[in-house]
Nanobody
């Protein structure tokens, strides 16, 4: 059974930083694209950042470019999201996602392309 467990969320003030982690068990992630999506109340899940299997290529939503950095450590089967200069509009539940096929690329930004999802970690940014 594949499990993705996120951690690192919390309540911060605008301008602060947080680092989210996603530990994966039950499957090696080393060959698959991984990423982060988020969902705010009343909104659909949206792509935040995705990373190629090697970690060498990344894709970001325009709203987080220059502020967020996605990375991965395949030896630890873990994906990270470093979030700097947080804004109130970043408030959401953040989900770690993983592909189950080599056909999914880090450039795929639809949530439907990712078979594995964590339970989510809440990030709240106060103004």
């Amino acid at each position: 059974q594949v499990q993705l467990v996120e951690s690192g969320g919390g309540l911060v003030q605008a301008g602060d930083s947080l680092r989210l982690s996603c530990e994966v068990s039950g499957k090696s992630i080393s060959n698959y694209a991984m990423g982060w999506f988020r969902q705010s109340p009343g909104k659909d899940r949206e792509h935040v950042a995705t990373v190629s299997y090697s970690g060498g290529r990344t894709r970001y939503a325009d709203s987080v470019k220059g502020r967020f950095t996605i990375s991965r450590d395949n030896t630890k089967n873990t994906v990270y999201l470093q979030m700097n200069s947080l804004k109130p509009e970043d408030t959401a539940v953040y989900f770690c996602v993983g592909a189950d096929t080599l056909k999914t690329s880090y450039t795929d930004t639809s949530p439907n392309n990712y078979a594995y999802w964590g339970q989510g970690t809440r990030v709240t940014v106060s103004s």
